[in-house]
């Protein structure tokens, strides 16, 4: 199995600019989590989405994230315009259902000049 | 608000020693307790999970004691090695509502 796998793993942008990180989570897998990682905040839970329908996105800073998760194998965080305090790393995990385990992708590392 | 709440923010063991990270929770609803270890540039990865049902859960050199009437669940690494340096996330969820809450992580470095 190939895991999680997110891209871009990178991604210096300047601020305004709209970012998408995308995501492709473990075949078989009906939950689907986003997640931003910072130094100050830790793990934070932005959305998660249940056979692709979002169930809690109470996370979200602001409007000026979205995600999206229009099948079962693919799942988009944007952020239009993006901001220097956006900076962190960005997890997508999926699971199966009940049974708990979160499997997590690398992560796609955000640089907001 | 910190659903979960984890300590130290960081640890340093001497190598052979016993590392011993603490989490505690206040929504007794939760009945899933994952310990998730991190390495540099990767994602968390699932290391030991309990269930409320039982008080200890061990695999290997690591071992999850938890305290229901407490509220409290730690991990402890026995016989530390180098290669444990990490950072490790308690976190706790509601099967029915499949949603993780994480605590903020605990830096750990085993010194050879």
């Known amino acids: 199995d190939a895991g999680v796998i997110q891209s871009p793993r990178h991604e210096v942008t300047e601020m305004g600019q709209e970012v998408t990180l995308r995501c492709k989570p473990i075949?078989?897998?009906?939950?689907l989590f986003w997640y931003r990682q910072t130094m100050m905040r830790g793990l934070e839970l932005l959305i998660y989405f249940n056979n692709n329908v979002p169930i809690d996105d109470s996370g979200m800073p602001e409007d000026r994230f979205s995600a999206k998760m229009p099948n079962a194998s693919f799942s988009t965080l944007k952020i239009q315009p993006s901001e220097p305090r956006d900076s962190a790393v960005y997890f997508c995990?999926?699971?199966?259902?009940?049974?708990?385990?979160?499997?997590f992708g690398e992560g796609s590392r955000l640089t907001v000049l | 608000q910190q659903q979960v709440k984890q300590s130290p923010q960081s640890l340093i063991v001497q190598k052979g020693g016993i590392s011993i990270i603490n989490c505690a929770y206040e929504n007794t609803a939760f009945d899933y307790f994952p310990w998730y270890q991190q390495f540099p540039g990767k994602g968390p990865a699932l290391l030991i999970a309990i269930r409320p049902d039982v008080s200890e859960k061990k695999e290997g050199r690591f071992t999850i004691s938890f305290n229901k009437s407490a509220k409290q669940f730690s991990l402890h690494i026995m016989d530390s090695q180098p290669g444990d340096s990490a950072t490790y996330f308690c976190?706790?969820?509601?099967?029915?509502?499949?949603?993780?809450?994480f605590g903020t992580g605990t830096s750990l470095t085993v010194i050879p």
């Open positions: 075949s078989g897998h009906n939950s």
């Open positions: 995990a999926s699971s199966r259902g009940a049974e708990g385990e979160l499997f």
């Open positions: 976190a706790a969820s509601r099967n029915t509502g499949n949603q993780f809450y």
